[in-house]
């Protein structure tokens, strides 16, 4: 079993609709992350939470830590979101260590 | 501006040929990682680094040396490659040890033959 498990693996959506992507774990860890990686390749970090709710315009990221459990949110979702999205940990007493969960390819259709 | 490089950004090679791909980075981070990324598996840590002259391993250290004489350099050394290290390959750098805005370069896709 992976230590990050991301779902779905692929998701496709309506624009305008709001989108949930789940990520769990199954280590201790210190911090949490979120990454986007576009179509052409390139990946850029979102989000990187230890607890509580961090909100970016659109993009709302959640962490529940007694539930080892992250979700991402895109509220009124764009063709632009389309992208994968990478969830990754630092396990505890190895912050600069990351496993990564296998992504979330999202499709956003007009 | 801010930004991390990887060169070069495409190479085929032959089996046990050794190749470096290099990556730079101009905001002055301390920490820099390597990656490698590869359908079903995604990104998996190969080696990072804290500060000048100081190296770990990430997940899956096999088959790659990197050394960090420089801060802003962190070369990807594959001395003598296999057809299992086909991959793409991630830089990225970070102020922070716990990877906080990490910036990654454009990737360099590796076919070893």
């Known amino acids: 079993k992976n230590e990050v498990e991301q779902s779905p693996q692929n998701l496709t959506a309506q624009e305008g609709e709001f989108i949930t992507i789940n990520c769990s774990y199954s280590?201790?860890?210190?911090?949490l992350h979120w990454l986007q990686q576009h179509p052409g390749g390139g990946i850029v970090s979102l989000f990187m939470?230890?607890?509580g709710k961090k909100k970016h315009g659109r993009l709302i990221a959640t962490i529940n830590i007694q539930e080892k459990h992250s979700s991402l949110h895109i509220t009124a979702s764009h063709p632009r979101d389309s992208a994968v999205y990478i969830c990754?940990?630092?396990?505890?007493?190895?912050?600069?260590?990351?496993?990564f969960g296998t992504g979330t390819r999202l499709q956003v259709t007009l | 501006e801010a930004q991390v490089t990887q060169n070069p950004r495409y190479l085929i090679t032959v089996t046990g040929k050794k190749l470096t791909v290099t990556c730079s980075q101009n905001?002055?981070?301390?920490?820099m990682s390597w990656y490698r990324q590869d359908p079903g598996l995604g990104l998996r840590q190969i080696y990072y680094?804290?500060?000048?002259?100081?190296?770990d391993k990430g997940d899956v250290p096999e088959g790659y040396k990197v050394s960090r004489k420089e801060k802003r350099n962190f070369p990807l050394i594959l001395e003598s490659p296999s057809p299992n290290q086909t991959s793409l390959y991630f830089c990225?750098?970070?102020?922070?040890?716990?990877?906080?805005?990490?910036?990654f370069g454009p990737g360099t896709r590796l076919t070893v033959l």
């Open positions: 905001m002055n981070h301390e920490y």
């Open positions: 990225a750098s970070s102020i922070t040890r716990s990877w906080n805005e990490q910036f």
């Open positions: 990754a940990v630092s396990q505890t007493g190895t912050a600069s260590k990351l496993t």
């Open positions: 939470l230890s607890s």
């Open positions: 680094s804290m500060n000048v002259e100081v190296t």
């Open positions: 280590v201790g860890i210190s911090a």
